[in-house]
């Protein structure tokens, strides 16, 4: 049976950071993401990285302060959240897609992703 399990998810001030990880169990993923959902808000894409880790993904609004990465050997990915704002407060999930190819429409699509995690909160105080 598969399974996602993240972890990482904390209280922080605005300015500090967080590493989030994932933990799958089951096959090597195509492509792994992190989704993210703020009250009252619908789940959105954050990040995507391919099996290789030779290609990722960013949404705009987390250009530059988060990084994505995986380690295979591992079966996780994971979140390298700096400069965190009270913006990026939010529920945060891993997916998996099993066996997609990497295109930006196709990993930025919730509808593309075969699996999910059970979430980790995310808290950044002002």
């Known amino acids: 049976q598969v399974q996602l399990v993240e972890s990482g998810g904390g209280l922080v001030q605005a300015g500090g950071s967080l590493r989030l990880s994932c933990a799958a169990s089951g096959p090597t993923f195509s492509n792994m993401g992190w989704f993210r959902q703020a009250p009252g808000k619908e789940r959105e894409f954050v990040a995507a990285?391919?099996?290789?880790?030779?290609?990722?993904y960013y949404a705009d609004s987390v250009k530059g302060r988060f990084t994505i990465s995986r380690d295979n050997a591992k079966n996780t990915v994971y979140q390298q959240m700096n400069s965190l704002k009270p913006e990026d407060t939010a529920v945060y999930y891993c997916a998996a897609d099993n066996g997609g190819v990497f295109l930006v429409s196709r990993v930025t699509g919730r509808n593309s992703y075969d699996y999910w995690g059970q979430g980790t909160q995310v808290t950044v105080s002002s």
């Open positions: 990285i391919k099996w290789s880790g030779s290609s990722t």
